[in-house]
């Protein structure tokens, strides 16, 4: 039980200085002496507690993450999919547009930090999607064999890159509502 | 028109140098220096044909392009973006994504570049994109006020992003083709 030597206050303000680091200088230049200089820890103690970086760095991305899929029941598809957009706030929304640059980058040369974040971070995020949208077809929403369900990431990761890439601006709440209603629950057939 | 002192043949060397250098080094590493080594040619020769590297780039990418929107019309929306699809090779799209990811961070940091790429590359194909979608309305297939049209990028951005993130493989033809029938024909209502 390595982990429980922390407060949860003091997790936090851990993984907040690994995201800050990650915005400033990337993964591959991110160094574990880096983590410890900047929270005044021991690299000891960084690597009993999490073992590797890629580890540290998946967990730091999941702490920070504002909502989760598994949190999120409102009882109508529409209702879940504007709930998670409602508990995102804009600033956020363009500091993560930010690492996610970065990490797509890194995972490439990384194979460790990406099995890290499939374990940590995606699986249970698409477990907690899955959850969503089963629901959806319990109440009679959506169809069980709706093709687009299996590419539902596809549409929502979609949304975050090419607005950056076109727009040259991050996504916000309004547009993400707007491509909910234009392209998601469209191509889902709600 | 210093532009027409290079053949067709040469121009393409060129072209194809810069698109290896770009895969070997990144946007930031890469420079004249190294393209005019790479491809026995003088520093002047590129800037008189090119005037910069952001304009050299962009014109290496839009001419690696295998197929432009503007140059598909089979008469049929599905059959349109199905014979995009047919004409690029598996191969080319790996090789491909491995460049975006790249362009995708330098953007963010060069403005220069992101601009070079609006004007020769995103805008035409916007432009050719937005014909293909107009005569689907003038043949009655696609309503004109459909709200998905104005997010098609985002659906083929993502489906390339995402593909590679969750599924950690390039997107090949039969994926491509199976989300064009799975999200995109039925966002647009088609």
């Known amino acids: 039980m390595a982990r429980s030597r922390l407060t949860p206050e003091r997790e936090t303000e851990l993984y ?8 400033e200088v990337g993964y591959d230049a ?4 880096a983590v410890a200089t900047r929270t005044k820890s021991s690299k000891a103690t960084l690597y009993r507690q999490w073992g590797n970086k890629p580890e540290l ?9 504002p909502v989760h899929f598994a949190d999120i029941d409102t009882g109508s598809l529409r209702g879940d999919f504007y709930a998670l957009v409602e508990r995102t706030d804009d600033c956020q929304m363009e500091k993560d547009s930010a690492l996610m640059r970065g ?16 374990e940590l971070l995606i699986e249970p995020e698409m477990t907690g999607l899955n959850g969503l949208l089963q629901r959806a077809v ?14 539902l990431p596809h549409m929502v990761v979609g949304a975050f890159v090419a607005q950056q890439l076109i727009e040259d601006r991050s ?10 209603d234009a392209v998601v629950l469209p191509a889902l057939g709600v």
């Open 57 to 65: 760095v998946a967990r730091a991305l999941r702490h920070n993450k």
């Open 30 to 33: 991110l160094t574990m002496d």
């Open 171 to 180: 996504p916000d709440r309004a547009f993400l509502a707007d491509y909910i």
């Open 138 to 151: 319990d109440r009679g929403e959506l169809a069980a064999d709706t093709p687009a369900m299996r590419y």
């Open 103 to 118: 990490l797509a980058q890194a995972i490439h040369g990384n194979p460790d930090l990406h099995k890290a974040l499939r």
């Open 16 to 23: 907040e200085a690994v995201l800050d680091l990650l915005r």
